[in-house]
């Protein structure tokens, strides 16, 4: 048969049912010999008791003393193995001439059998072969009064006879054994069902290489898996997940509470819940990650949740510079439709035979360009640094913001990570420019980029409505926003960059009533100077 039709439940069975078929036909086996030895044991005790009793008859020793034994004992012995339902009762001489037998033709002849010791006294039981075939039987002396043994009497139960009994015995003993065996074929059958409902129905060979199929995958596949059971424990995660999540791979994670691991907050908080989620980022310590979250099982029954991972770091950082493109692209559109204006005022000027003024306003603007691109330049070498200060700027100035550049920033290249530091000052003047916009004038953004004491000090001051100091430990979470409309990631972006590079933040009160976010970012060893 094909490993198919002999599925790991139906093998069971049969093993099973040949199994449970050789124990109980040994038991009946062992029960039979146990009940031989019983009865054989019985009728020893029955023909020595009978015996005995017997040989202590003064019938008996009156008889042994006539001139005709027999006469008086072959009538008193088959009324006793009558009554006692025994084989036969013979009583004899010491010269183990018979005075009685079941065959009245062996009166007179010699005793078969074992009988020294009963001649010395001593009762004998015995299993021997005579006349009537093999029998267990008893020899006893029988006493004078002046303690002489003038006689012997032997009892005995033939073989054929105990076997008998032993097979009248034998329908209880059989109907037994087939109850034994129905009832352990029946759990048998119940067992292998479950376990047929449980392995669905396959085969060892399916169940092997679905097993090698299944750790292939797992291993191979290039999402993070984590299995969570019902009772929300971890019950399987693969080398990418844990990969992922910083989790060492020497550390046995299967079969611990999710609550006992350590996860992100944001990920424990969204496992416990219990509800589906699609596409819910996760911020780790140096990855964002894209997590899908829904309920599995099979036949209407939950059996736990899958949890899916997708690394998005890079993808987030990409997305971030074209946001960053976007808005300086923005920015330099409307500088393009301002600067045609103002071409086309200057030229207006010179048609009218204005030059000075002409001039004056060209250069005016010309030098506010240039004394923001020099100051910026001057003091941060990092270029996307610096490229996304001048964006930055303009953006601001689109927006009615007057951002500025603190006079004492400075900063080399090479000293942090550009991707880092474009998350940092990025997001924390994106955040800054979000608040003053929307308030009243004035509207000023002062930025602050230096490296001071062996580590890059982040400072972004604006002029708001200020951050509540409750609501500070928040403002780093993802999902928070004061925007309606926001996805509270920014902050939460720069608290990865902090976390990953070993940094604190601050948030204080400006004076002039706005917020200032300090971000210490430290240097590597290696890179200060």
Same mark, same amino acid.
């Given at each position: 048969? &094909?490993?198919?039709?002999?599925?790991?439940?139906?093998?069971?069975?049969?093993?099973?049912?040949?199994?449970?078929?050789?124990? *109980?036909?040994?038991? &009946? @086996?062992?029960?039979?010999?146990?009940?031989?030895?019983?009865?054989?044991?019985?009728?020893?005790?029955?023909?020595?008791?009978?015996?005995?009793?017997?040989?202590?008859?003064?019938?008996?020793?009156?008889?042994?003393?006539?001139?005709?034994?027999?006469?008086?004992?072959?009538?008193?012995? %088959?009324?006793?193995?009558?009554?006692?339902?025994?084989?036969?009762?013979?009583?004899?001489?010491?010269?183990?001439?018979?005075?009685?037998?079941?065959?009245?033709?062996?009166?007179?002849?010699?005793?078969?059998?074992?009988?020294?010791?009963?001649?010395?006294?001593?009762?004998? &039981?015995?299993?021997? +072969?005579?006349?009537?075939?093999?029998?267990?039987?008893?020899?006893?002396?029988?006493?004078?009064?002046?303690?002489?043994?003038?006689?012997?009497?032997?009892?005995?139960?033939?073989?054929?006879?105990?076997?008998?009994?032993?097979?009248?015995?034998?329908?209880?003993?059989?109907? $037994?054994?087939?109850?034994?065996?129905?009832?352990?074929?029946?759990?048998?059958?119940?067992?292998?069902?479950?376990?047929?409902?449980?392995?669905?129905?396959?085969?060892?060979?399916?169940?092997?290489?679905?097993? !090698?199929?299944?750790?292939?995958?797992?291993?191979?596949?290039?999402?993070?898996?984590?299995?969570?059971?019902?009772?929300?424990?971890?019950?399987?995660?693969?080398?990418?997940?844990?990969?992922?999540?910083?989790?060492?791979?020497?550390? @046995? /994670?299967?079969?611990?509470?999710?609550? %006992?691991?350590?996860?992100?907050?944001?990920?424990? %908080?969204?496992? +416990?819940?219990?509800?589906?989620?699609?596409?819910?980022?996760?911020?780790?310590?140096?990855?964002?990650?894209?997590?899908?979250?829904?309920?599995?099982?099979?036949?209407?029954?939950?059996?736990?949740?899958?949890?899916?991972?997708?690394?998005?770091?890079?993808?987030? =950082?990409? +997305?971030?510079?074209?946001?960053?493109?976007?808005?300086?692209?923005?920015?330099?559109?409307?500088?393009?439709?301002?600067?045609?204006?103002?071409?086309?005022?200057?030229? &207006?000027?010179?048609?009218?035979?204005?030059?000075?003024?002409?001039?004056?306003?060209?250069?005016? !603007?010309? $030098?506010?360009?240039?004394?923001?691109?020099?100051?910026?330049?001057?003091?941060?070498?990092?270029?996307?640094? =610096?490229?996304?200060?001048?964006?930055?700027?303009?953006? =601001?100035?689109?927006?009615?913001?007057?951002? +500025?550049?603190?006079?004492?920033?400075?900063?080399?290249?090479?000293? /942090?990570?550009? #991707?880092?530091?474009?998350? *940092?000052?990025?997001?924390?003047?994106?955040?800054?420019?979000?608040?003053? =916009?929307?308030?009243?004038?004035?509207?000023?953004?002062?930025?602050?980029?230096?490296?001071?004491? #062996?580590?890059?000090?982040? %400072?972004?001051?604006?002029?708001?409505?200020?951050?509540?100091?409750?609501?500070?430990?928040?403002?780093?979470?993802?999902?928070?926003?004061?925007?309606?409309?926001?996805?509270?990631?920014?902050?939460?972006?720069?608290?990865?960059?902090?976390?990953?590079? #070993?940094?604190?933040?601050?948030?204080?009160?400006?004076?002039?009533?706005?917020?200032?976010?300090?971000?210490?970012?430290?240097?590597?060893?290696?890179?200060?100077?």
């Amino acid at each position: 048969m &094909t490993g198919r039709k002999w599925s790991i439940a139906g093998q069971l069975f049969a093993l099973q049912v040949v199994v449970v078929t050789l124990l *109980v036909a040994a038991a &009946t @086996a062992g029960v039979a010999l146990v009940a031989r030895a019983d009865a054989r044991e019985a009728a020893r005790k029955e023909v020595l008791a009978v015996a005995e009793t017997v040989a202590r008859s003064p019938e008996v020793a009156e008889a042994l003393r006539s001139p005709n034994p027999s006469a008086m004992l072959q009538p008193y012995a %088959e009324s006793i193995r009558h009554a006692t339902r025994t084989d036969f009762v013979v009583v004899m001489a010491p010269d183990r001439t018979r005075y009685s037998h079941t065959d009245p033709a062996q009166i007179g002849r010699p005793f078969i059998g074992e009988i020294a010791p009963a001649l010395a006294g001593r009762p004998i &039981t015995v299993v021997n +072969t005579g006349t009537l075939g093999e029998s267990v039987r008893s020899v006893v002396p029988v006493r004078a009064e002046d303690g002489r043994v003038i006689g012997l009497v032997s009892v005995g139960i033939t073989t054929e006879a105990i076997n008998r009994e032993l097979l009248d015995r034998s329908p209880v003993l059989l109907a $037994a054994t087939v109850a034994a065996l129905a009832l352990a074929a029946a759990g048998s059958w119940l067992l292998s069902r479950r376990l047929r409902r449980q392995t669905h129905g396959l085969g060892p060979a399916q169940m092997a290489r679905m097993y !090698e199929y299944y750790d292939a995958v797992l291993h191979s596949v290039g999402e993070g898996l984590v299995v969570i059971g019902p009772d929300r424990r971890i019950a399987l995660i693969n080398d990418e997940g844990r990969r992922l999540l910083g989790l060492p791979a020497d550390t @046995a /994670l299967v079969d611990r509470p999710v609550t %006992e691991v350590d996860l992100p907050a944001a990920l424990t %908080e969204l496992i +416990t819940t219990g509800q589906t989620a699609r596409d819910e980022l996760i911020l780790t310590a140096d990855r964002a990650l894209v997590a899908n979250l829904r309920p599995t099982g099979t036949g209407g029954h939950t059996m736990g949740t899958v949890l899916t991972l997708r690394d998005h770091t890079e993808l987030r =950082a990409l +997305t971030s510079e074209l946001d960053s493109v976007r808005g300086l692209t923005e920015a330099l559109r409307s500088q393009a439709h301002e600067a045609a204006n103002r071409l086309h005022t200057v030229l &207006t000027l010179v048609e009218l035979g204005r030059a000075e003024e002409a001039v004056r306003l060209a250069t005016e !603007e010309l $030098a506010l360009a240039q004394q923001l691109t020099d100051q910026v330049v001057g003091a941060i070498t990092e270029p996307a640094l =610096a490229a996304l200060l001048l964006g930055k700027s303009a953006q =601001a100035a689109e927006r009615g913001v007057e951002l +500025t550049v603190d006079p004492a920033s400075r900063l080399d290249v090479g000293t /942090l990570p550009a #991707g880092d530091l474009l998350t *940092v000052v990025g997001n924390l003047v994106d955040n800054a420019l979000e608040a003053v =916009a929307a308030g009243k004038p004035p509207r000023r953004v002062r930025v602050r980029v230096a490296e001071t004491e #062996g580590e890059v000090l982040v %400072e972004v001051t604006d002029s708001g409505s200020g951050l509540p100091p409750d609501r500070v430990a928040d403002a780093f979470r993802r999902g928070w926003s004061t925007k309606a409309s926001g996805r509270g990631l920014g902050l939460a972006l720069v608290g990865q960059v902090l976390i990953r590079h #070993g940094g604190r933040h601050e948030v204080a009160e400006a004076a002039d009533g706005g917020t200032v976010f300090r971000a210490h970012l430290p240097i590597p060893v290696e890179q200060r100077t």
